[in-house]
């Protein structure tokens, strides 16, 4: 029932910058936690950035200082910017949202389709 479309993928140099957007739609009565995770070629899925519901955000060590997590609890919307970025931030990124459809159910976790980001010069 809940959604999520991801958007803002595609090819960057490094040291350039993309913004990935996260959108949650369908029956949301509550979100929990919005987070970004990311597999790249040959790699296991990491964690990379997570926003509470009380906007407490915490990165991952490899992109500590170079990215950034946000949330519009209004649009339902979670945001990465994502700067100075390397050839090891190549990965197919992947939204990750706690959605609750009625208040007498509990969070579930819902994925996004993924998003590529290709760092390449």
């Known amino acids: 029932q809940v959604q999520l479309v991801e958007s803002g993928g595609g090819l960057v140099k490094p040291g350039g910058s993309l913004r990935l957007s996260c959108v949650a739609s369908?029956?949301?009565?509550?979100?929990?936690?919005m987070a970004w995770y990311r597999q790249g070629p040959g790699k296991e899925r990491e964690w990379v950035a997570i926003?509470?519901?009380?906007?407490?955000?915490s990165l991952a060590d490899s992109v500590k200082g170079r990215f950034t997590i946000s949330r519009d609890k209004a649009k339902n919307t979670v945001s990465l910017q994502m700067n100075s970025l390397k050839s090891e931030d190549t990965a197919v990124y992947y939204c990750?949202?706690?959605?609750?459809?009625?208040?007498?159910?509990?969070?579930?976790?819902?994925w996004g389709q993924g998003t590529l980001v290709t760092v390449s010069s």
């Open positions: 369908g029956r949301i009565y509550s979100i929990n936690t």
């Open positions: 926003i509470t519901s009380d906007g407490r955000t």
């Open positions: 990750n949202v706690g959605a609750a459809e009625r208040s007498d159910l509990p969070y579930l976790e819902v």
